[in-house]
């Protein structure tokens, strides 16, 4: 005999600590989004919430947190750069993920459509116009469509799990 579906739990009963520690079993790459705010200044900011969605047509997608001081450049730049970092990358994930810290001193890019800024270096790139953006939630979710993108074989990417940076293990 099978038991009764208990209700959902509300909202406020879910450990959101422990559901972030179930979530971080997830090994997600880490990049770093890019744009150019209405000001003409570069802003960017380390996210492992990048997916694809789409190939025909090329969409991607990634989450912000609502609370961001970015949020607004984000949503009124034109394109976005997603920017794939390599393992040797990890000092940029960290310099991405900190504030206030000028984030482009002393870094390499070169501007992509838009004025996105194309960090040297990594793994891959892509090159997105900025279709929508979805509120969800305490996200917003942004979804674009690619316009340019190029990648490399040869650098292995940088891996976050369980609220720590990893590296790809040797082929199995």
């Known amino acids: ?97 900190t504030w206030p810290v000028d984030r482009f001193a002393g870094l390499e890019w070169t501007a992509a459509a838009g004025g996105a800024p194309v960090l040297a270096n990594c793994c891959a790139h892509f090159v997105v116009a900025n279709e929508t953006a979805h509120l969800s939630g305490d996200h917003t979710l942004f979804i674009g469509r690619v316009e340019q993108f190029a990648h490399t074989s040869d650098r292995d990417p940088l891996i976050f799990h369980a609220g720590q940076y990893r590296c790809l293990a040797e082929k199995l």
């Open 1 to 97: 005999m099978s038991q009764p579906a208990s209700a959902p739990p509300s909202p406020a009963e879910i450990d959101s600590r422990a559901l972030r520690q179930a979530l971080g079993q997830f090994a997600t790459g880490i990049a770093v989004v890019t744009a150019i705010d209405p000001h003409g200044q570069p802003v960017g900011l380390t996210v492992n919430s990048f997916a694809a969605v789409s190939l025909a047509p090329a969409l991607v997608l990634w989450c912000l947190d609502n609370r961001s001081h970015n949020l607004t450049a984000f949503q009124a730049a034109s394109h976005h750069a997603i920017n794939i970092l390599t393992r040797e990358q990890e000092d940029l994930s960290t310099r991405f993920a």
